[in-house]
């Protein structure tokens, strides 16, 4: 079984920062492309930010040149620093990981798993 354990939210002004961090634990042979994601109330979940095993990244227009996405692949974490925030950034965020498990013959089957979310409240 593969958990993720986020930490790292709260409240912080307008223009504040906030780093979340994500660690993946468990049985798995990899882990691919990770992630973050939120969710506003009323809204859909949306992607953040996202980050291949090679470190390749990817911003959501909203966040870009705010947020930095990272990740330390010995470790399996994630991080987002957050900087720059804005109330509607407001949002639970999710950490996401595309993870491979080893099965018979030599396949690796992925998955991707969630974390339980964390909160980041960002007051004007």
């Known amino acids: 079984q593969v958990q993720l354990v986020e930490s790292g939210g709260g409240l912080v002004q307008a223009g504040g920062s906030l780093r979340l961090s994500c660690a993946a634990s468990g049985s798995f042979f990899s882990v691919n492309e990770m992630g973050w994601y939120r969710q506003a109330p009323g809204k859909q979940r949306e992607v953040v930010a996202s980050i291949t095993s090679g470190s390749v990244t990817n911003y959501a227009d909203s966040v870009k040149g705010r947020f930095t996405i990272s990740r330390d692949n010995a470790k399996n974490t994630v991080n987002l620093q957050m900087n720059t925030l804005k109330p509607e950034d407001t949002a639970v965020y999710y950490c996401?990981?595309?993870?491979?498990?080893?099965?018979?013959?030599?396949?690796?089957?992925?998955?991707?798993?969630w974390g339980q979310g964390t909160q980041v409240t960002v007051s004007s």
């Open positions: 996401a990981a595309e993870v491979g498990a080893a099965r018979p013959m030599g396949v690796i089957l992925t998955s991707l798993y």
